[in-house]
């Protein structure tokens, strides 16, 4: 069974530091993708990122960028200069055949 | 708003209710899922459906039977609940089910209390 692990249950984070939320994934599959979506409070999730397993360069939007490391089955989020609005329950998931979440990071940020 | 609506966003019903939850898609999209979200838990799939055939059921209980008329439109039905059904019932939409690579679109939810 796939399994998506995201052993931090709260992080907190400085307005304009950066902060790196992992997760890591079990699967047999060489070829996946892998995603973070963010869910803010009473709002909408939304997709933050995504990555292919089979692209070795990691992906980048603006603020969030991921560190992927796939040999050790990992895939952690770095948030940079950290915002207000980046306060959320960020959620890792992966999909080779079949889409696994993980459990949720909230993430909280202070002014 | 990302084009997905859920209706309605709280529902209280009784251990002996029927009620139907409805998800809309504005996106064009083919496929369309329904999840659970539980407190301190990762989000469970309960149904996806690609191009209005159900692909997958996740093991989920008969009380919860999904209906899909079309790509634009969701149910789930909802009959004899028990109290740890009580959770956010989350829909979504994509452009395909098979291809790995699409972004989910996810409605607001239905907040969903069983007494």
Known sequence: AQTVTQSQPEMSVQEAETVTLSCTYDTSESDYYLFWYKQPPSRQMILVIRQEAYKQQ????NRFSVNFQKAAKSFSLKISDSQLGDAAMYFCAFNDYKLSFGAGTTVTVRA | ETGVTQTPRHLVMGMTNKKSLKCEQHLGHNAMYWYKQSAKKPLELMFVYNFKEQTENNSV??????ECPNSSHLF?????????????????SSQDANRGYNEQFFGPGTRLTVL
């Open chain 2, 61 to 66: 209980p008969s009380r919860f039977s999904p």
């Open chain 2, 76 to 92: 789930l039905h909802l009959h004899t609940l028990q109290p740890e059904d009580s959770a956010l019932y989350l829909c979504a």
């Open chain 1, 58 to 61: 990691n992906a980048t939007e």
